[in-house]
């Protein structure tokens, strides 16, 4: 009897677990859909142009 609880007991914790983990991929992925456009709009920092007038290198 001990052991089906035992059991019992794991099964309950791999569940929350996997529950858990399913719903981090959900809220990870619509992070990343919600980001969408902010990546369409990127400028490369190591340009040909240089730095904007009056800006430090260092």
Known sequence: MAAD???AVKVS????????????????RKRVQGDGAERDNTA??????????GSKKH
Not at 46 to 51: A, K, Q, R, V, W
């Open 13 to 28: 914790v791999i569940r929350k677990a996997i529950t858990e983990v399913r719903n981090g991929m959900v809220a990870a």
């Open 5 to 7: 609880a035992d059991d």
């Open 44 to 53: 490369h920092r190591m340009n040909s142009d240089g730095p904007p007038e």
